[in-house]
Nanobody, 125 residues
Framework: QVQLVESGGGLVQAGGSLRLACAASGRTFSTYTMGWFRQAPGKEREFVGGISWRGATYSTDSVKGRFTISRDNAKNTVYLQMNSLKPEDTAVYYC???????????????????WGQGTQVTVSS
């Protein structure tokens, strides 16, 4: 069982930056592939990017070059660094975990076993 807690959300102006963190419980964090998703009001939850248990990263074209994903296994934490934020990035951001999967193959919510509660990111224009 893995428990995930996101933090770092907030209100930021367009062009600004935020860093989200997702802290995981348990001693097997290093064996989990971690994904970041977001969900805007009235829209489906969508994959933003993630990092595999081996450290490979993958992100969608809409955030490529602006968002960076990293992990610190010693701290059981995965990060989403978001730069050059746009109003369309406004959403609730979730982290999710699944064990030992290639990140490029787990881009749907149903691919993940564990979820955090989400953190709100609001980008004003």
């Amino acid at each position: 069982q893995v428990q995930l807690v996101e933090s770092g959300g907030g209100l930021v102006q367009a062009g600004g930056s935020l860093r989200l963190a997702c802290a995981a419980s348990g001693r097997t964090f290093s064996t989990y592939t971690m994904g970041w998703f977001r969900q805007a009001p009235g829209k489906e939850r969508e994959f933003v990017g993630g990092i595999s248990w081996r450290g490979a990263t993958y992100s969608t074209d809409s955030v490529k070059g602006r968002f960076t994903i990293s992990r610190d296994n010693a701290k059981n934490t995965v990060y989403l660094q978001m730069n050059s934020l746009k109003p369309e990035d406004t959403a609730v951001y979730y982290c999710a975990a699944v064990q030992k999967r290639s990140i490029a193959l787990v881009t749907l919510p149903r691919d993940y076993d564990y979820w955090g509660q989400g953190t709100q990111v609001t980008v004003s224009s």
